[in-house]
């Protein structure tokens, strides 16, 4: 599937399902959530849209400003106080976070997916990133 596509199960049909009061109508996707979690995803594979690279150890964990924003408190935070438009880059480090390449990865791998795997030893190495960042 392609972002923005739509192999959704529902239609809009004709008269048999047509409404003789004028009341609201409630249209539901139920596979909405796991559809958007999807193409967000495969956007940010792609770097598709992408606006936030977010350095650690040196290297780079590219993704969406708003995913983040709406996930994260402590990315919420920076974003929001920035406010701006453009592509931004946010050391961790310069905020006092140490974290690890693949942690930082791991969390916003689940942030994206709503669930990620790691090695149950690694388990403390995802948690406490997560938590340092506000998703957990």
């Given at each position: 599937?392609?972002?923005?596509?739509?192999?959704?199960?529902?239609?809009?049909?004709s008269s048999?399902?047509?409404?003789?009061?004028?009341?609201?109508?409630?249209?539901?996707?139920?596979?909405?959530?796991?559809?958007?979690?999807?193409?967000?995803?495969?956007?940010?594979?792609?770097?598709?849209?992408?606006?936030?690279?977010?350095?650690?150890?040196?290297?780079?964990?590219?993704?969406?400003?708003?995913?983040?924003?709406?996930?994260?408190?402590?990315?919420?935070?920076?974003?929001?106080?920035?406010?701006?438009?453009?592509?931004?880059?946010?050391?961790?480090?310069?905020?006092?976070?140490?974290?690890?390449?693949?942690?930082?990865?791991?969390?916003?791998?689940?942030?994206?997916?709503?669930?990620?795997?790691?090695?149950?030893?690694?388990?403390?190495?995802?948690?406490?990133?997560?938590?340092?960042?506000?998703?957990?």
């Amino acid at each position: 599937m392609t972002p923005g596509s739509s192999s959704s199960s529902f239609s809009f049909s004709s008269s048999s399902h047509v409404r003789k009061d004028k009341g609201p109508v409630c249209v539901y996707m139920k596979e909405h959530p796991r559809r958007l979690s999807e193409s967000l995803h495969l956007l940010r594979m792609q770097d598709g849209l992408v606006d936030l690279d977010i350095e650690c150890e040196g290297e780079r964990v590219r993704a969406h400003k708003a995913v983040m924003a709406a996930a994260s408190r402590f990315f919420g935070e920076k974003l929001l106080k920035a406010n701006v438009m453009i592509p931004v880059m946010l050391r961790l480090e310069d905020f006092g976070l140490s974290l690890s390449r693949r942690a930082v990865s791991n969390v916003v791998d689940f942030v994206y997916r709503g669930e990620v795997v790691v090695p149950g030893d690694r388990m403390g190495d995802v948690c406490a990133p997560a938590h340092a960042l506000g998703t957990g």
